[in-house]
């Protein structure tokens, strides 16, 4: 369960945004919640299905369903 403090809108916009573009950048995921990487980093980390695969530049984003 995701604590309260996450915002919904923002864990919805942040898996939207994967499914649509694996290759998605903790950078553009902040621009579109308005909110810093380190807290899309949070965010990810607390939904926990959320994985990365690869390394850096040559890795992609994957939600466990």
């Known amino acids: ?19 649509n573009n694996p290759n998605v950048t903790r950078n553009e995921m902040a621009s579109a919640i308005n909110k810093s990487t380190k807290t899309v980093q949070r965010i990810i980390n607390k939904h926990g299905k959320i994985i990365y695969v690869g390394s850096g ?9």
């Open 1 to 19: 369960a995701l604590p309260i403090y996450v915002p919904h809108e923002d864990i919805d916009i942040i898996v939207s945004m994967i499914r």
């Open 57 to 65: 530049d040559n890795g992609h984003w994957k939600i466990k369903e």
